[in-house]
């Protein structure tokens, strides 16, 4: 869904990232809700590369 689908005011950036080698980096949010934090319930993908490009090995 589009960011702005989302009230921004529920949401808080999380600590917790992750990588996954096909989807990219991972961002996660908790969601504040009236009895609390529900932690890591959203998580956003920011893709590290265009499908199909290779991987550098750094040389």
Same mark, same amino acid.
Request: positive net charge; proline residues 8%.
């Given at each position: 869904? !589009? &960011?702005? /689908?989302?009230?921004? +005011? $529920? $949401?808080?950036? +999380? /600590?917790?990232?992750? $990588?996954?080698?096909? %989807? *990219? %980096? #991972?961002?996660?949010?908790?969601? %504040? *809700? &009236? @009895? *609390? $934090?529900?932690?890591? #319930? ?5 893709? +590290? @590369? #265009?499908? *199909?490009? !290779?991987? +550098?090995?750094?040389?």
């Amino acid at each position: 869904m !589009p &960011p702005e /689908a989302v009230d921004q +005011s $529920l $949401l808080e950036l +999380s /600590a917790r990232r992750t $990588l996954c080698e096909c %989807k *990219g %980096k #991972a961002e996660y949010f908790h969601i %504040k *809700g &009236p @009895k *609390g $934090l529900i932690r890591d #319930a959203l998580v956003t993908m920011m893709p +590290s @590369k #265009a499908r *199909g490009q !290779p991987v +550098s090995n750094g040389d």
